[in-house]
């Protein structure tokens, strides 16, 4: 029988009614532990979910069962993480369609591991300056929203590629949930409905949309009511029988072809035939004897989370303490210098990253050379490279089996349903991709990051990407899996959780909790979730020169931490998990 846990966050981390903690302006917090868990609201002791055998973590309970029962009936991990995928796109649409693309890091029992980009590429007619009026200004709305947003989505063939060459079970067995999810429907939750109302109006001007997502009298579906979604699921049958084939060389990608054209979009039959996976070797980095594998370019992510890393190896940042004014100097330091470098990456099939050089152990020391301790950096004094002078809607999950695969998969439309359009009768609701890319050098996209020349549109390549899904590994054994959804704020939602495993001894749910500090370069102000600083870091922090604004709570780390609740705590299960409760509907299964 399963373990889950899947408890609500409390009207979106409860307000945190933190009252101050004893003077923490310089000082170490006496007890992190207590201080994770008060802030989030959660309660005080809520212990990580443990998994005798194997773990799932993902932010929707019925994808996450899935995922349990395919690994308790024979699959692996990667069995486990196909069917969760395609789950999700049934019981997640908001961000887990197969209309939109992403990244997994995959580790094998011999500790083998590997980079899948199966991100969307720019369609043939794709042309740099799409997005711009004949003033060279950037169109609102032009890269977000309809069919000329939408990119070549790539989940369909990620899904197929590490499918077989990693499965146990057929495709049958690993497709059937999300068939029967599909073809009988679930009843909404009011996560779920939540989720749908942010999208009324789209769903309301597209006619395949509105048949699935609406009521027939156009009022929105509520809590209570059953969604079912009849082409979808005839399209996930087509994809069990046929393969990836069905949707890129079939009937599906005719469809979608056709909605495109009649909508206004560019994609065309051979963006579809010419679509093709990578498989890469992950970015690698260490701290503190954990061996972290992420995701290399076109993911931005991987590179700054290694940056932050080798820049905050050489503080004591336990003695410092958990969200203490210096720490968190230390901490946001070392985020605007990683999000300052990351702005001139792209596609490596396009451009020549710089990425040994950002992630380089010595290029760190040089920064940490330049790094004032009790002031704020001018963000404009930075240029990348040089040491001194993307949405939330995405969605993440993490699976580990009893033979030690592990597998971390971040996947997206990008916004919350993509471009707000459903390809004709498939039933796939579309991704709005091309913001990712940079409409025009100098001005930023939707999540503000600041776009470059390496990252302009181009016919067939994949936008840059703040994804980062990530696997640590001690002594050659899997420890950690983790991600999380935040688009620009990605990695240092990742930074956050495995650093406070790491520095701050929290177990894995209390640092999946830990409210969230985030800084990308531009704009130059750090984002805090409510409860994340005292009173007195704060005041601390402001007279250093920080700008801080407080912003609702933000990603979806949905985590795992091999063989114990925290690191140096053995337990009794293999494996814990921590599900990430600031969106209702997530849960941890262990098995």
């Known amino acids: 029988m399963p373990f889950s846990r899947n408890l609500r966050y409390g009207a979106i981390l409860l307000a945190c009614l933190v009252t101050g903690m004893p003077d923490a302006g310089q000082a ?31 932010a929707q309970d019925l994808a996450s069962h899935v995922g349990a029962d395919i690994l308790a009936h024979g699959g692996n991990a990667v069995d486990a993480a196909v069917a969760v995928g395609y789950a999700m796109a049934v019981v997640y649409p908001a961000a887990g369609n197969i209309g939109g693309g992403g990244f997994m890091t995959l580790r094998t029992p011999d500790g083998h591991v590997t980079f899948v980009d199966f ?10 300056t799409m997005y711009q009026d004949a003033s060279g200004h950037v169109i609102a709305g032009a890269s977000t929203a309809g069919w000329r947003a939408v990119a070549v989505p790539g989940t369909v063939a990620g899904m197929e590629d590490v499918h077989d060459r990693w499965g146990k079970l057929s495709r049958a067995d690993v497709m059937a949930p999300a068939i029967a999810l599909a073809r009988d429907g679930f009843i909404l939750k009011q996560s779920d409905v939540e989720l749908l109302h942010t999208m009324t109006a789209a769903f309301a001007r597209d006619p395949y949309a509105r048949a699935i997502f609406l009521h027939p009298d156009g009022t929105p579906l509520e809590a209570g009511d059953r969604l079912v979604q009849a082409d979808l699921a005839r399209t996930l049958e087509r994809i069990a029988r046929d393969g990836a084939r069905a949707f890129y060389d079939g009937p599906i990608a005719r469809e979608i072809v056709r909605s495109s054209q009649k909508g206004g979009g560019i994609l065309s039959r051979k963006d579809f035939t010419s679509y093709h996976t990578r498989m890469m070797a992950p970015l690698s980095c260490d701290y503190r004897g954990y061996h972290i594998d992420t995701a290399p370019p076109p993911s931005g992510g991987g590179v700054a989370l290694c940056e932050m890393l080798n820049i905050l190896s050489g503080y004591d940042m336990h003695a410092l303490g958990l969200h203490t004014a210096a720490s968190v100097q230390r901490e946001v330091e070392a985020m605007r210098h990683a999000y300052a470098d990351r702005q001139n990456l792209g596609d490596p099939a396009f451009v020549t990253n710089p990425v040994s050089h ?40 993490s699976i580990a089996d009893q033979d030690g695969t592990a597998v971390a998969v971040t996947y997206t439309l990008n916004g919350w349903f993509g471009a707000g359009v459903v390809a004709g009768k498939t039933g796939i609701v579309m991704n709005d991709e091309m913001d990712d890319f940079s409409s025009r050098p100098g001005e930023p996209n939707m999540f503000g990051i600041v776009g470059s020349a390496a990252n302009a549109i181009a016919p067939g390549k994949t936008p840059l990407s703040s994804m980062a899904p990530t696997i640590v590994s001690r002594n050659g054994q899997p420890v950690m899996v983790l991600g999380s959804p935040g688009g620009s704020r990605i990695p240092t939602i990742i930074l956050s959780v495995l650093t ?64 114990g609740p925290r690191i140096g705590k053995v337990g009794q299960a293999r494996y814990y998990g921590g599900a990430d409760m600031r969106h209702q509907s997530g849960v941890a299964v262990g098995e």
């Not at 201080?35 to 212990?47: D, I, N, P, S």
């Not at 991100?119 to 740099?128: C, I, N, Q, V, Y």
């Not at 010595?362 to 002078?389: I, W």
């Open 28 to 58: 170490a917090v006496a007890d992190p532990l207590a201080f994770a868990t008060t802030r989030t609201g959660q309660a005080v002791g809520l212990a990580p979910v443990p998994g005798r055998h194997a773990m799932v973590v993902s």
């Open 119 to 128: 991100r969307e590429h720019a369609p043939g007619a794709a042309t740099p």
């Open 358 to 397: 950002l992630t380089d152990p010595a290029y760190a020391r040089q920064v940490r050379q330049y790094l004032p301790l009790n002031h704020a950096v001018s963000s404009a004094s930075l240029h990348p490279g040089e040491a001194g002078g993307e949405k939330e809607e995405t969605t993440h999950y």
């Open 500 to 563: 406070g495993m790491v520095d701050y001894g929290l177990d894995v749910q209390q640092a999946v909790d830990l409210p969230r500090i985030h800084e990308q370069w531009q704009p130059d102000v750090v984002q805090v979730e409510h409860g994340a600083l005292s009173p007195a870091v704060t005041h601390t922090l402001t007279r250093e020169g920080y700008h801080i604004e407080e912003h609702a709570p933000w990603g979806l780390a949905e985590s795992i931490l091999s063989g």
